[in-house]
């Protein structure tokens, strides 16, 4: 397929469209194999990248009312890296769940406990030891694994003391930061990585890709799959990590299939 190059003409179609089309622009050239990096393309994609700010701000705690519609009413739930505790408090607060919240930040594990939500403030990695096999119908641990040291281990404790785990993180494989690698040589900046390289607290960084990958090899099934893509909220397949910003999903332990591995 031929190289796009920005003619005359789409130079005229860029300036007619809004940020979020010239967006889209550079996102479906990407998809389509067809992107040639020249000088106004990458203008494009600079006019566009600020476009995502306001909707993302908007839409920071997508994943909230995701899990509020998933979680039903008096259910035990163990949420990990809690912050100040948003979630879990209207958990409680709005479906009766039986709440119990672990947070490492201090600051941020007190305002949760102000807000009436049951906190550890302690390293997740330290919590989950001392919690029984099944004990919880859902562990979340909602955009905190990219922060974790020890995500494998983490996952893996998950899985063990929660029926159903919730894992939701910024997928590295969306479109904004392939071409920020690709055109700029530098560490991407967006919406949802919205950290330079020397103060970012995510020290992991995973695509929808390598996080299905994981749970292929390891009997893990995901029973529900979301993700949001300029602004929009919607169940989520593989074959979407170009253009998902962050994905959430549900998962847990396909026990038969551990049972035959071993």
């Given at each position: 397929?031929e190289?796009?190059?920005?003619s005359?003409?789409?130079?005229?179609?860029?300036?007619?469209t809004?940020?979020e089309s010239?967006?889209?622009?550079?996102?479906?050239?990407?998809l389509?194999?067809r992107l040639n990096?020249?000088?106004?393309?990458?203008?494009a994609?600079?006019?566009?990248?600020?476009?995502?700010?306001q909707?993302?701000?908007?839409?920071?705690?997508?994943?909230?009312?995701?899990?509020?519609?998933e979680?039903?009413r008096?259910?035990?739930?163990l949420?990990?890296?809690c912050?100040?505790?948003q979630l879990?408090?209207?958990?409680?607060n709005?479906?009766?769940?039986?709440?119990q919240a672990?947070?490492?930040?201090p600051?941020?594990?007190m305002?949760?406990?102000?807000?009436?939500v049951?906190?550890?403030?302690?390293?997740i990695?330290?919590?989950?030891g001392?919690f029984?096999?099944q004990?919880?119908?859902?562990?979340?641990?909602?955009?905190?694994?990219?922060?974790?040291?020890d995500p494998?281990g983490?996952?893996s404790?998950?899985?063990?003391?929660?029926?159903?785990?919730?894992?939701?993180?910024?997928?590295?494989?969306?479109w904004r930061?392939?071409?920020?690698l690709?055109a700029?040589?530098?560490?991407p900046?967006?919406?949802?990585?919205p950290?330079?390289?020397?103060?970012?607290?995510?020290?992991?960084v995973?695509t929808?890709?390598?996080?299905?990958d994981?749970?292929?090899?390891?009997?893990?099934?995901?029973?529900a799959?979301?993700?949001?893509?300029?602004?929009?909220?919607?169940?989520l397949?593989e074959?979407?990590?170009?253009?998902?910003e962050?994905a959430?999903?549900?998962?847990?332990?396909?026990?038969?299939?551990?049972?035959?591995?071993?």
């Amino acid at each position: 397929m031929e190289k796009l190059a920005v003619s005359e003409r789409a130079e005229n179609r860029l300036d007619e469209t809004d940020r979020e089309s010239e967006g889209r622009i550079v996102r479906n050239a990407l998809l389509e194999g067809r992107l040639n990096l020249d000088a106004d393309l990458l203008n494009a994609l600079a006019r566009a990248e600020s476009e995502p700010e306001q909707s993302a701000n908007r839409n920071r705690r997508w994943q909230d009312g995701v899990i509020l519609n998933e979680i039903p009413r008096g259910a035990y739930v163990l949420d990990l890296g809690c912050g100040e505790g948003q979630l879990l408090g209207r958990l409680i607060n709005e479906m009766n769940v039986h709440g119990q919240a672990v947070e490492v930040d201090p600051e941020a594990a007190m305002a949760a406990m102000e807000h009436g939500v049951p906190v550890l403030n302690i390293d997740i990695s330290e919590a989950l030891g001392d919690f029984r096999d099944q004990s919880f119908d859902f562990v979340i641990l909602e955009s905190t694994i990219q922060t974790l040291k020890d995500p494998m281990g983490v996952l893996s404790q998950m899985l063990r003391v929660g029926k159903r785990s919730i894992v939701s993180f910024p997928n590295f494989g969306h479109w904004r930061t392939r071409v920020d690698l690709a055109a700029k040589g530098r560490m991407p900046v967006t919406p949802s990585l919205p950290y330079q390289w020397y103060d970012t607290p995510n020290i992991r960084v995973l695509t929808i890709s390598d996080f299905m990958d994981w749970c292929r090899r390891n009997a893990i099934v995901v029973t529900a799959a979301y993700g949001i893509s300029e602004g929009k909220v919607g169940p989520l397949v593989e074959a979407d990590s170009l253009i998902t910003e962050e994905a959430l999903m549900f998962i847990h332990r396909d026990e038969e299939r551990k049972a035959l591995a071993e």
